[in-house]
């Protein structure tokens, strides 16, 4: 079965950090460019950052640019959100998406981790 | 950024009606656009890739249409089971770039 699988997100105060991870399972994960997107309370979607398979490719979002930085692990099938200096915006629900080719779209998504940034 | 707008941001339809929801982009992507729905709770799930082509296992009353800066999604006889939000997407350009969504309720 094809599944992606979030976790690490959690309360945080202001300013400080959290690692989210993606586990994938069910195909062949360095074939695909890889996603986060973002899900405020109540909210609409909005696309965080993408990796693409070989990792050569990073893209941002500007309101997360030189805070947070994407990563992966081909050997162990896993996606990473390396989050800095969070701030109460960052407040959301963070899915973790698999993008089978650019004009594809965003084809299988995780359950989503929480992420919550209140003092 | 691409803005993308999608219409109505609500609406109230029946089993067995058909709706369309419409989305526009504020400059051309050309075919970069895809439709996901999401039920409450649930992550989204991708129904339309490359503005017309069916992601596979979604039912064929799922449809799309459009190029350029104009798409629209319909429904044809609506399912208990499609009262749900609904959002387009672009891939054309980075940033990717979602609608504001559009929330389908039971009439």
């Known amino acids: 079965e094809v599944q992606l699988v979030e976790s690490g997100g959690g309360l945080v105060k202001p300013g400080g950090s959290l690692r989210l991870s993606c586990a994938a399972s069910g195909f062949t994960f360095i074939r695909y460019t890889m996603s986060w997107v973002r899900q405020a309370p109540g909210k609409g979607l909005e696309w965080v950052s993408s990796m693409s398979s070989s990792g050569s490719d990073i893209y941002y979002a500007d309101s997360v640019k030189g805070r947070f930085s994407i990563s992966r692990d081909n050997a162990k099938n896993s996606l990473f959100l390396q989050m800095n200096s969070l701030r109460a915006e960052d407040t959301a629900l963070y899915y973790c998406?698999?993008?089978?080719?650019?004009?594809?779209?965003?084809?299988?998504w995780g359950q989503g981790t929480t992420v919550t940034v209140s003092s | 950024d691409i803005q993308m707008t999608q219409s109505p941001s609500s609406l109230s339809a029946s089993v067995g009606d058909r709706v369309t929801i419409t989305c526009r982009a504020r400059?051309?992507?050309?075919?970069?656009l895809h439709w996901y729905q999401q039920r409450p709770g649930k992550a989204p799930k991708l129904l339309i890739y490359a503005a017309s082509s069916l992601q596979s296992g979604v039912p064929s009353r799922f449809s799309g249409s459009g190029s350029g800066t104009d798409f629209t999604l319909t429904i044809r006889s609506l399912q208990p089971e499609d009262f749900a939000s609904y959002y387009c997407?672009?891939?054309?350009?980075?940033?990717?770039?979602f609608g504001q969504g559009t929330k389908l309720e039971i009439k």
């Open positions: 400059q051309s992507i050309g075919n970069f």
């Open positions: 997407q672009q891939s054309r350009y980075i940033p990717y770039t």
């Open positions: 998406a698999r993008e089978g080719a650019v004009d594809n779209g965003m084809d299988v």
